[in-house]
C-alpha cells in the first residue's frame, strides 16, 4: 500500500523560503508521477506541481513557476518541494499526491488523476 508523508511545513515570513518532503512508501515508484497540490480555506485543491519518478520531468503552475521547484532523490524515495519568495496568498495545506503513469502523456494537473495522497502539512505565510 503506497504512503505519503509530509513534512517541513511552519509559519514563515513574506520573502522567506521553505522546504516541503514527501516521504513514499509501499512499493517501487517507477513510473509513478507524484505531484504537489495545495489547498486554502474556503477554496479548491489547486495543482502546484509535479514530477515523473523515473525521468524527473516536471510540471508547474503557471502562476508558481520561477519561485517553486520540485525535486526527488530516488534512493531516498523522497519528492521536495523548495519554495522561494513565499506570499502571504502561499498559505494553504499543501498535500503530496501519486498515481502510476506508465505513458508518456502530459503530467496531470487536476487533483482527481491522482490515486494517493498524503495528509497535507501546513504552510502559513505571515508577519
Known amino acids: 500500500q503506497v504512503q505519503l508523508v509530509e513534512s517541513g511545513g511552519g509559519l514563515v515570513q513574506p520573502g522567506g523560503s521553505l522546504r516541503l518532503s514527501c516521504a513514499a512508501s509501499?512499493?517501487?515508484?517507477?513510473?509513478?508521477?507524484m505531484g504537489w497540490f495545495r489547498q486554502a480555506p474556503g477554496k479548491e485543491r489547486e495543482f502546484v506541481a509535479a514530477?515523473?519518478?523515473?525521468?524527473?520531468?516536471?510540471r508547474y503552475a503557471d502562476s508558481l513557476k520561477g519561485r517553486f521547484t520540485i525535486s526527488r532523490i530516488i534512493a531516498k524515495n523522497t519528492v521536495y518541494l523548495q519554495m522561494n519568495s513565499l506570499k502571504p496568498e502561499d498559505t494553504a495545506v499543501y498535500y503530496c499526491?501519486?498515481?502510476?503513469?506508465?505513458?508518456?502523456?502530459?503530467?496531470?494537473?487536476?487533483?482527481?488523476?491522482?490515486?494517493?495522497w498524503g495528509r497535507g502539512t501546513q504552510v502559513t505565510v505571515s508577519s
Open positions: 514530477i515523473k519518478w523515473n525521468s524527473a520531468r516536471t
Open positions: 499526491a501519486g498515481l502510476l503513469q506508465v505513458s508518456m502523456v502530459a503530467l496531470p494537473t487536476h487533483a482527481g488523476s491522482y490515486d494517493y
Open positions: 509501499g512499493r517501487t515508484f517507477n513510473n509513478y508521477v
